[in-house]
């Protein structure tokens, strides 16, 4: 996906991208590392719970560290940008000076129907199907062995990893007279946002008749199920092996944890985080978050900001 960069930037110049004030000397960094892990000329970040590494700091020159507080500092052994969210800012950082995204390209294996509109810079990996009913906006990412068919809308600047399904038929069926299970056709449409991130081995699956609907700048882990007809609002996060069923509704900006599952039909608010492993059988308010098997109440979640253009 990433092409890593090496540039000669200066300490200074992250500073200024960052719109902080560098504490101590100015010099070239070549990479970022980890806190475990840092070499002579890298940077790295303390979170509020970190302590600094002095020891190992001692043995090397020209780290800088991002760190949500200022600290006594050795000039010409490390220097400090103090960050009131230095894995943000570091993050923006690697993104913006020592990362790029690999050339937009369409695999030669990939079969794309003749009648599937793709918009610009768009790349599609190795194997990868899509249907003839689909859309893809501009500067989106499908990489290899994706699947999509059927009515599909897929927005701008999104990430779909590999193996994902999009478009498969939901799990519906109804039994006749001889108790024989019939299955309910889904012709319905998929709509997905703006900036989304589909992990690897994620199904979504068509609505029946009407839309399954991912919002804007949703992430969605690998492994993850999503069922017809529900609807995730824009910002939520869902991490990887939640099963969300049928006709689920969640808000905006809301968590879901590992391996959570959610009932059909159910409505989840905004701002809710889901605890790992619940089973969610009732409806959840706004802003709480809730744990366990059925899944309760376990306390009143804090207001999270959230940036429109992430």
């Not at 960094?29 to 970040?45: D, E, G, L, T």
């Not at 009131?84 to 950082?93: A, E, G, M, S, T």
């Not at 991130?197 to 399954?212: C, K, P, Q, R, Y």
């Amino acid at each position: 996906m990433f092409k890593v960069k090496s540039p000669d930037i200066f300490a200074s110049e992250i500073a200024e991208f960052l719109n902080l004030r560098l504490e101590g000397q100015d010099f070239l960094v070549h990479a970022p590392c980890s806190a475990a892990h840092f070499r002579n000329a890298s940077f790295f970040f303390l979170t509020e719970d970190d302590a600094l590494p002095e020891t190992k700091l001692a043995k090397h020159r020209d780290v800088l560290v991002l760190s949500p507080k200022s600290v006594p500092h050795q000039k010409d052994r490390f220097s400090i940008i103090v960050s009131q969210n230095p894995k943000l800012d570091f993050i923006r950082v690697i993104n913006e000076f020592f990362i790029e995204f690999d050339p937009s390209q369409i695999a030669a294996s990939a079969r794309i129907h003749p009648d599937a509109k793709l918009g610009k810079n768009i790349s599609v990996g190795e194997h990868a199907v899509i249907g003839p009913e689909v859309s893809v906006g501009n500067n989106t990412k499908i990489f290899n062995n994706v699947v999509i068919s059927g009515r599909v809308e897929i927005g701008k600047e999104c990430i779909i990893k590999d193996n994902a399904t999009l478009g498969s038929e939901g799990y519906d069926f109804e039994m006749d007279e001889n108790g024989n299970p019939v299955h309910y056709p889904h012709i319905g449409r998929i709509r997905i946002g703006d900036r989304v991130w589909i992990g690897a081995n994620t199904s979504v699956e068509s609505a029946s008749l009407d839309d399954t609907i991912i919002g804007d700048r949703v992430k969605i882990d690998d492994l993850v199920q999503i069922g017809y007809n529900s609807e995730i609002g824009a910002g939520s996060m869902i991490t990887a092996g939640v099963i969300v069923s049928r006709y689920v509704r969640i808000g905006e900006n809301s968590w879901l944890a590992p391996n959570a599952s959610i009932r059909e039909h159910i409505v989840i608010g905004k701002n809710v985080m889901v605890g790992t492993g619940a089973v969610v059988v009732k409806n959840v308010e706004d802003g709480v978050v809730v744990v366990g098997n059925p899944a309760g109440v376990l306390h009143r979640r804090i207001q999270r900001d959230t940036d429109p253009t992430d």
